[in-house]
């Protein structure tokens, strides 16, 4: 198992924004992680990825309990996030940026990489010099998942990754979710397109107020009456 919650917890002050999650991820896996507003996905990302500390329970890496390690540390392991917001350096360039995600690497195909996220981005190498500062929403949202993808993840996780992007936009999102996938990256997806979300998934996890709610093969949570009434709009 590449990735397993156990009874994890996680507290901001004394509210409860996690209580007692079990998810699982096997490598090679496109999971999605859905839920109302303040749910808990995003507390869950960065429980995994070390920005929060668990208040209880585990999270496993690779068999390892990784609950007490950086992010700094889990990157160099391969567990990279996309945050919400993008977090892009807003006064590096493009090309800057995207150098950033590859700092802890230490071979030398790292060009090779820029190259391949240039080629999937064209407008990204058309303004590689460029403030990242200055891009638009969907741009800076290619440029967050370019530097994601030179660190080489083996598990990326993406929050909410379409979040405000034109309709365009999105569709180039999920293009290149499904194709990094098809690479062998084990993804877990939170995002708030339920139905998109299910549509490329293999499993889904559905969070209410911080406590799981359902789960299953996500062709048969797209199916699920309380899932289509509550996330679907039907």
């Known amino acids: 198992m590449l990735l397993q919650l156990r009874d994890l917890r996680v507290a ?39 920005l929060l500390k668990p208040q209880g329970g585990e999270v496993r890496y690779q068999g390892r309990d990784i609950g007490s390690q950086g992010p700094w540390d889990l990157v160099a392991q391969g567990l990279v996030m996309v945050p919400e917001g993008r977090g892009i350096f807003a006064r590096m360039s493009i090309e800057e940026n995207l150098r950033m995600g590859a700092y802890l690497r230490r071979d030398g195909e790292v060009d090779a990489d820029i190259d391949a996220v240039y080629r999937r981005f064209p407008r990204l190498k058309e303004r590689h010099r460029q403030l990242a500062g200055t891009l638009s929403g969907g741009e800076q949202q290619m440029l967050a998942m370019g530097r994601a993808l030179l660190a080489r993840p083996k598990l990326l996780l993406l929050d909410e990754p379409t979040m405000g992007l034109a309709p365009i936009i999105v569709d180039q999102i999920f293009e290149v979710v499904r194709d990094v996938h098809a690479q062998g990256v084990t993804v877990l997806l939170v995002e708030q397109n339920a139905q998109r979300a299910l549509q490329m998934a293999d499993r889904a996890y559905v969070l209410e107020s911080g406590e799981l709610a359902l789960s299953g093969a996500a062709a048969e949570l797209l199916g699920d009456a309380r899932v289509q009434a509550a996330y679907l709009g039907a």
């Open 12 to 50: 901001y002050g004394g509210i409860q924004a996690v209580k007692g999650l079990n998810l699982e991820l096997r490598e090679g896996e496109l999971v999605s992680l859905i839920g109302a507003n303040g749910a808990g996905k995003s507390t869950t990302l960065k429980a995994i990825c070390g």
